[in-house]
């Protein structure tokens, strides 16, 4: 009787070690490393379409073919905090002519995005053409829809959600609640925990983080170079730079304006 009483006793502690020891890790500050990946032959093929029909970008598009990779890879990083992410596209370093496409870049990175969740704003450094912005705003809202579909990325578990945004254009996130910070990779917010895998079906264009690591950061602060405006602003800036563009000009507004 006496050594039943003693198990008796213990079992709650033996039972509440082993509950608590099996509940997840929480990372609320450190780096994400993202790997962007560009699928160039469907950006292209875009393009062409969207210019006059002309049998000479098919024949440029083939010898493009003939001599660069279909996907490009490019880094960025996210520093996070507890309320604050700053996301930093990374220099690349490959060929020059990888991104080329009739002498223009059709994969260039060009945001640097400070997200405050405690005021709830975005200063993103912006640069068009060979002009630089700085367009301070609120955070982008999203409509998201959070599915039961679930996959592992960088050691963390996720769950998938569909939005949409700027109205019409549709991403799938993969999420984790493991690193409870409702942030993500470029301007992509608004769900319960971090963005590790983004994709634009579409756009032909995802971010999947490929390493966290866990830190803690004090000197997240906002980009300052550019001239100052709001996004409408901007947008109503962009609009107007390529309003004799045609067919294109839906796509460059999607370029500038994500």
Not at 37 to 51: F, G, L, P, R
Not at 78 to 102: A, C, H, I, Q
Not at 155 to 180: K, Q, W
Request: with cysteine; net charge positive.
């Amino acid at each position: 009787m006496h050594i039943n009483r003693i198990i008796f006793l213990l079992f709650p502690c033996f039972f509440c070690t082993v509950v608590f020891g099996q509940s997840p890790i929480l990372v609320t500050e450190g780096v994400i490393e993202f790997e962007k990946t560009v699928n160039k032959y469907a950006v292209i093929n875009k393009i062409i379409k969207s210019y006059e029909p002309n049998s000479i970008w098919q024949d440029q598009f083939t010898r493009y073919k003939g001599s660069h990779q279909q996907f490009l890879k490019l880094g960025s990083t996210l520093t996070f905090s507890k309320s604050r992410t700053l996301f930093v596209p990374m220099k690349y370093t490959g060929d020059p002519n990888e991104n080329l496409w009739n002498g223009k870049s059709i994969s260039d990175q060009i945001n640097t995005v400070y997200s405050d969740f405690s005021t709830n704003t975005n200063t993103t450094e912006k640069k068009m053409l060979d002009e630089l912005f700085l367009v301070k705003d609120s955070l982008r809202s999203i409509k998201w829809k959070i599915t039961n579909e679930t996959r592992e990325i960088a050691g963390f578990h996720c769950r998938r959600a569909n939005g949409l945004v700027m109205d019409s254009l549709y991403v799938v996130a993969f999420y984790t609640n493991e690193i409870p910070i409702a942030s993500g990779p470029e301007s992509f917010t608004g769900l319960p925990g971090m963005i590790l895998g983004l994709a634009l079906p579409y756009e032909n264009v995802t971010w999947f983080a490929i390493k966290v690591t866990e830190k803690a950061n004090q000197g997240i602060v906002p980009p300052k170079r550019g001239k100052q405006v709001t996004y409408q602003q901007f947008k109503t800036i962009v609009e107007n730079t390529f309003k004799g563009y045609g067919l294109r000009k839906q796509m460059l507004l999607k370029d500038f304006l994500l």
